[in-house]
């Protein structure tokens, strides 16, 4: 079975400061990560995805992820927060080319001006 | 190209009663897939079809069906339904090449009273 934990329910950032999101996985086989943004009202909007090719995936609006086998992790960053990142993000898991995805619980993030 | 469409965007319903939700896919896109989020969690999968066919279900009871019609359109229905069916219900499509990403609907807002 796969799954993530998110760890931190809420995080709150000032604008231009670094946003870091952490993602941990666990996962029987290789996995496939992503990383999806949503909007109040909105649905899911891919940022990035990791398919087992380079550890540092980039993303869409200036995110990047790491994948790390040895830590089981995948964190998403961000080098210098905006007003518009404000939302909420979700790392989800599947095996391999397996829609069947699995979601942690979300990140909220707040940015302050 | 139009997005992922969901209707209605919004829907209050009775203990008991059933509800069905539509989806249109992307044009292309033969693959749909449904995932339930309630209020402060991330999405849970609850089907997927490809080509008219059921290829995925994931852990929700039998008060749960849905089906893909010959335009790649699909029905999510929820019958007797129960104030925990409460959620956002979200549509995802996505294409038959090699890591095509989903691509999610905005949702439809379900509220059981």
């Known amino acids: 079975a796969q799954s993530v934990t998110q760890l931190g329910s809420h995080v709150s950032v000032s604008e231009g400061a670094l946003v870091l999101l952490r993602c941990n996985y666990s996962s029987s086989v290789p996995p496939y990560l992503f990383w999806y943004v949503q909007y109040p009202n909105q649905g899911l909007q891919l940022l990035l995805k990791y398919t087992s090719a380079a550890t540092l995936v980039k993303g869409i609006n200036g995110f990047e992820a790491e994948f790390k086998k040895s830590e089981t992790s995948f964190h998403l960053t961000k080098p210098s927060a905006h007003m518009s990142d404000a939302a909420e993000y979700f790392c989800?898991?599947?095996?391999?080319?397996?829609?069947?995805?699995?979601f942690g619980a979300g990140t909220t993030v707040t940015v302050r001006a | 190209d139009a997005g992922v469409t969901q209707s209605p965007t919004h829907l209050i319903k009775t203990r008991g009663q059933q509800v069905t939700l539509r989806c249109s896919p992307i044009?292309?896109?033969?693959?749909v897939s449904w995932y339930q989020q309630v209020l402060g969690q991330g999405p849970q999968f609850i089907f997927q079809y490809y080509e008219k066919e059921e290829r995925g279900r994931g852990n929700f009871p039998d008060r749960f069906s849905a089906r893909q019609f010959p335009n790649y359109s699909s029905e999510l229905n929820v019958n007797a339904l129960l104030l925990g069916d409460s959620a956002l219900y979200l549509c995802?499509?996505?294409?038959?090449?090699?890591?095509?990403?989903?691509?999610f609907g905005n949702g439809t807002r379900l509220t059981v009273t």
């Open positions: 995802a499509s996505t294409g038959s090449s090699y890591n095509s990403p989903l691509h």
């Open positions: 989800a898991v599947t095996p391999s080319n397996d829609y069947k995805l699995s």
């Open positions: 044009s292309g896109h033969k693959s």
